[in-house]
């Protein structure tokens, strides 16, 4: 609305402008022209050996296409010599504001439009060798032209409310075009509002509303993603829950219900054990995962890597020992990074333990670092099953397996890789992995370097 009030004070502004300019225009023609009127009588005066009513009379005879409404010559004093409306001031002082200006040896010319009457008035001084002799006033009144100002100005005033009209017109119906597509988006909202993330709003157009519906859209988008991810999540969580459970409360019933010897007894109770420390591995990796959703911590310090390896293969060496998997570090160059010591060890452990329960017997985790560029680049590769092409693109979701049955017997969640995934991109950090079946995973972890003194041993 405040751009439609704009636009009419603008055309009004115009319109103002306008009419004062063509009155303008008006006034510079008319006083050029009585200037030039004014020179011609001075002059034809200035011939005549006295300055009397007959000597002017006879001057202004002399001039045919004068055609002012009335023409007076005054002497010194302001008595008037000569009056063209039949004589009527002759010998009557004619103190005019412009003969007084004339008489003090100034020209002037006044000019007034009203009632459709243009009304010009002019008086110069007379002037015989630089001594003032008398002055010469002329009055004009054309209504011709004052028609023609008026015709204008009446012109412009059709069109400028012509004009206010369209605009409030295009502005009536912008604003109820514009009202009922914004109303369309709050109706939108209240539906995404009621839990209805599939809704869309449908805009039209190429304005700024258009570029809010999208944006509204790719919200809702988002939202609709967040929540389904939010619901898988939720649906994989409690399967994977419900399955130690149920593993508990059979081994628990069996236990209750049957008559066992001290050996099978304990056998369950082992098993039972073994479902909860699953459980608890799972629990912690949830927990994990959602403190790394809900906060950055901000938290960094200067870790040089090959330490972490280092630590990592010794924790490690046994569960390698029985995998019969030989872990093979190549540190060829030590580099700092800006990382928590104990996210790189995690994301380290959770992969290498990876590369050691889908190992084959026999075959080798190699943990490769080296310094590329600017870059510290962290390879660990195995020689074991490979991961198919069509499940390369998952592997870092949450709940994700390959192997199904092999990760359940395993002890695996889906989660460490999801882990694995957030803590490297919270660390600045990229991950990259290329596999193919038989031929073993290469899992490559980048991270800007943060040099200080002596950084590369």
């Known amino acids: 609305m405040i751009y439609v009030l704009i636009t009419l004070v603008v055309l009004l502004f115009l319109n103002l402008y306008s009419t004062r300019t063509i009155q303008t225009l008006f006034y510079k023609s008319k006083q050029a022209s009585m200037m030039d009127k004014l020179q011609l009588v001075s002059t034809e005066i200035n011939r005549q050996e006295v300055l009397n009513t007959d000597a002017v009379a006879e001057a202004i005879s002399s001039l045919d296409s004068l055609r002012v409404t009335r023409l007076l010559v005054s002497d ?65 009144s054309d209504s011709a032209q004052g028609a023609l100002i008026n015709s204008l100005q009446n012109n412009i005033l059709s069109i400028t409310v012509g004009l206010e009209l369209v605009v409030l017109l295009f502005s009536l119906l912008f604003s109820r075009a514009f009202s009922r597509r914004l109303r369309r988006v ?8 009621e839990g209805d993330y599939s809704h869309r709003v449908v805009m039209g157009g190429h304005d700024e509303l258009t570029v809010l519906g999208q944006e509204f ?16 999540f939720v649906s994989d969580a409690s399967h994977e829950l419900k399955t130690p459970l149920a593993s508990i409360k059979l081994l628990a019933d069996s236990i209750l219900q049957n008559q066992m010897d001290r050996d099978t007894i304990c056998e369950f109770v082992g098993d039972i054990g073994n479902e909860a420390d699953r459980l608890t591995r799972m629990s ?33 060496a046994s569960i390698a020992s029985q995998a019969q998997v030989r872990i093979v570090p190549q540190l060829e160059q030590d580099c700092s990074v800006l990382i928590m010591e104990d996210d790189l060890y ?9 590369g050691i329960k889908y190992n084959r017997p026999g075959g080798t985790l190699t943990i490769r670092l080296e310094r590329q560029a600017d870059n510290a680049v962290l390879q660990v590769i195995d020689t074991g099953m ?47 992995v290329e596999s193919a079946l038989g031929a073993g995973t290469v899992f490559t972890v980048t991270f800007p370097i943060f040099d200080v003194e002596e950084d590369c041993l």
């Open 76 to 140: 010194p004093n302001g008595v008037a010599v000569y009056d063209s409306m039949d004589g009527a001031a002759v010998g009557q002082y004619i103190l005019y504001p412009e003969i007084v200006t004339a008489l003090e040896g100034n020209d002037m010319f006044s000019w007034q439009y009203r009632d459709s009457v243009m009304t010009s008035q002019a008086a110069a001084p007379l002037m015989d060798y630089d001594q003032l002799v008398g002055c010469v006033y002329m009055m004009e």
């Open 186 to 193: 709050m109706s939108s909202m209240r539906v995404i509002r």
């Open 217 to 232: 859209n790719d919200l809702t988008e988002r939202l609709q993603d967040s929540e389904q991810t939010l619901r898988q």
């Open 284 to 316: 912690e990796k949830l927990l994990s995962l959602s403190k790394m959703d809900s906060q950055d911590t901000g938290e960094y310090e200067i870790t040089y890597i090959a330490p972490t390896v280092e630590r990592v293969a010794k924790m490690l």
């Open 346 to 354: 995690q994301i380290l452990f959770n992969l290498a333990e990876n």
């Open 386 to 432: 490979g991961i198919p092409e069509a499940s390369i693109g998952h592997i870092f979701e949450r709940f994700y397996r390959v192997d199904k049955a092999r990760s359940r017997q395993s002890g695996g969640s889906g989660l460490g890789l999801a882990i694995v995934h957030s803590m490297v991109l919270r660390n600045r950090g990229q991950i990259h």
